[in-house]
């Protein structure tokens, strides 16, 4: 397979120049690019936004004691009681084999 890049070559290339000079005219080359550009510039950031600087309130703040971060044991009234022995689930019972999707068909 040949690559597409070597069968573009000079001629080529200065043939479809004077063709985008002649569709949009010499004064608004300069100006199709820079808004070629801006666009480019405006897609790469939304690709990788920058990351936002750090706060003064953010980086003074002083870190949770460790008294904050202990929790509370559990009442009794939030514990749950086991399961009784009724409401286990029955062992399960010999696999049946699958059934055919479509009825055999006389040949």
Not at 71 to 79: C, D, E, G, L, T
Not at 96 to 107: H, I
Request: glycine content about 4%; proline content about 21%; cysteine-free.
């Amino acid at each position: 397979m040949i690559p597409v890049v070597s069968m573009i070559d000079a001629p080529i290339m200065i043939a479809i120049g004077a063709v985008v000079v002649l569709l949009f005219g010499a004064d608004r080359l300069p100006k199709l690019a820079r808004a070629m550009g801006q666009a480019k510039k405006e897609f790469d950031g939304s690709l990788h936004p920058p990351s936002p600087p750090p706060d003064a309130k953010t980086a003074a703040a002083p870190a949770p004691s460790a008294a904050a971060n202990q929790v509370a044991p559990p009442s009794a009234a939030s514990q749950v009681a086991p399961p009784s022995a009724a409401s286990q689930v029955a062992p399960p019972s010999e696999p049946t084999p699958p059934s055919a999707p479509y009825p055999p068909q006389a040949q």
